[in-house]
């Protein structure tokens, strides 16, 4: 699964990757964040048809990570809701909907993985995951609208907008360190995974193809990232090798 990753690029950065049309949320900027974990705020890119508009706009929103579907009786489910695997999305109650008409990118510098230690069971390294060309990891996913029918109509609070990482088989050289790993979309296809004329779920599926094999890169990294108050560039530095400095 995928838990925790990195997303540092600034958003006028992100804009000119994606070639954004439309910053949904001009007046609001995420800090950097090399300890992006679950319910905090992220960046995704998404296309939706304004109204009175008659094509959809690529374009860069800000939503919570931990999709909350549109039946939920109350938005903490979405904490459970983090990840949706790529092999049931047509089937999942939760996902289906959106795999139909909401599907988004979700931009990252990398992601984080633990593998445990071998002859000691209670312990875990971290791994950073990331595009060994040092580009953006678009990452699959999926968004959704949720109103709180508690509030006013007028309340800003009244639509929370959430997404989940879509995760698939981990290639053969990550596969090592865990099971799952975020599926990648390549800029080829952003443009039809995107597009949210395309309704048709066994289509889009064709679209979710594994990464090649050596396209990312792992390393490992301090455990600080375990805690997810810890933050800054340091949690992405890999650490010294053993063999030329003789510390782990």
């Not at 990753?5 to 958003?11: H, P």
């Not at 959704?144 to 929370?160: I, V």
């Not at 050289?173 to 790993?181: A, E, Q, T, V």
Request: net charge negative; with cysteine.
């Amino acid at each position: 699964m995928c838990g925790r990753y990195a997303s540092a690029r600034k958003k006028h950065e992100l804009l000119e990757e994606f070639q954004v049309e439309l910053d949904a949320e001009p007046d609001k900027e995420l800090s950097p964040d090399y300890n992006v974990a679950p319910t905090k705020q992220v960046y995704a890119v998404l296309s939706r048809v304004p109204e009175e508009a008659e094509r959809a706009v690529r374009q860069l929103r800000v939503v919570k990570w931990g999709l909350v579907p549109v039946w939920a009786k109350d938005p903490s489910v979405g904490s459970r809701m983090i990840n949706a695997r790529a092999e049931t999305l047509a089937e999942k109650p939760a996902y289906k909907q959106a795999f139909a008409k909401r599907r988004c990118l979700i931009p990252a510098d990398g992601y984080f993985e633990w593998m445990p230690v071998e002859g000691d069971k209670k312990k875990k390294q971290p791994y950073f995951i990331h595009p060994e060309d040092g580009g953006v990891l678009a990452m699959a996913g999926l968004y959704e609208f949720w109103k709180d029918k508690t509030r006013a109509d007028d309340d800003p609070l009244k639509w929370l907008v959430t997404c989940t990482v879509i995760t698939t088989d981990a290639e053969d050289d990550l596969g090592h360190i865990h099971d799952r790993m975020p599926m990648m979309i390549e800029r080829e296809r952003w443009a039809e995974w995107l597009d949210p004329k395309l309704a048709d779920t066994s289509t889009a599926q064709g679209l979710l193809i594994p990464a090649q094999s050596g396209r990312l890169v792992a390393y490992p990294v301090s455990t600080y990232v375990n805690n997810v108050r810890n933050n800054g560039p340091d949690l992405i530095k890999p650490l010294p090798d053993p063999g030329e400095s003789g510390l782990f």
